[in-house]
């Protein structure tokens, strides 16, 4: 963009950084939750739950789907490490 451009789009500059911003903070949350040591902490956490006897059987079958979803989605982007540690 050119400079006059520039000058025209500077009254624009503060939503620009703030949809930068945005897009920074949703893609650290995407990493975080479809980190696959996240994942298998939960998976863990739902399985302490079921027998404690906190939820049912049916909302465990649930949830683990919900989860080993998020789980194949993150092995398939390849993209994570697995060590809670993202990249």
């Not at 000058?7 to 949809?19: I, K, N, T, Y």
């Not at 049912?56 to 789980?71: A, S």
């Amino acid at each position: 963009m050119g400079l006059i451009g520039e000058v025209l789009m500077l009254p624009f500059a503060p939503v620009r950084g703030s949809a930068w911003a945005i897009r920074q903070v949703l893609r650290e949350a995407e990493r975080i939750y479809y980190d696959p040591a996240t994942v298998r902490a939960e998976l863990a956490r739902l399985e302490e739950q079921l027998e404690a006897g906190e939820i049912t059987e049916e909302e465990f079958d649930r949830r683990e789907d919900e989860l080993l979803d998020r789980l194949e989605i993150a092995q398939r982007s390849g993209d994570t490490t697995g060590n809670g540690t993202g990249r």
